[in-house]
Nanobody, 128 residues
């Protein structure tokens, strides 16, 4: 069975850091682009990823809201994708999901969109 499983969420104070993990089974992350999405409580899940990594060329993508604070990486041996989050703000509070993604570049702007495999999410709460 193909699965992605997130972990690492929790409660952190403003300015703190967390590292989320996305462990894959039934698929090899090296064969896919993987991204992170978030859903603020009470709102729809964002349609575009906040951070994605393409293993075909090693490129990474960050939404403006997280650029400079979040870093996406992967460990092929562990078959896991990570999201290192620092400088956390209350507005980062959300359930974070990882998913297989496609990266689209239009007019020089790259965005990533979820595909068919999603994890169940992990909650990140940033207190003020």
């Amino acid at each position: 069975e193909v699965q992605l499983a997130e972990s690492g969420g929790g409660l952190v104070q403003t300015g703190g850091s967390l590292r989320l993990s996305c462990a894959a089974s039934g698929l090899t992350v090296d064969d896919h682009a993987i991204g992170w999405f978030r859903q603020v409580p009470g709102k729809e899940r964002e349609g575009k990823g906040v951070s994605c990594i393409s293993h075909s060329d090693g490129s990474t993508y960050y939404a403006d809201a997280v650029k400079g604070r979040f870093t996406v990486s992967s460990d092929i041996v562990e078959n896991t994708v990570y999201l290192q989050m620092s400088g956390l703000r209350p507005e980062d509070t959300a359930v974070y999901y990882c998913a297989t993604v496609m990266l689209l570049t239009t007019n020089g702007v790259t965005e990533c969109y979820g595909r068919d495999v999603w994890g169940k999410g992990t909650l990140v709460t940033v207190s003020s």
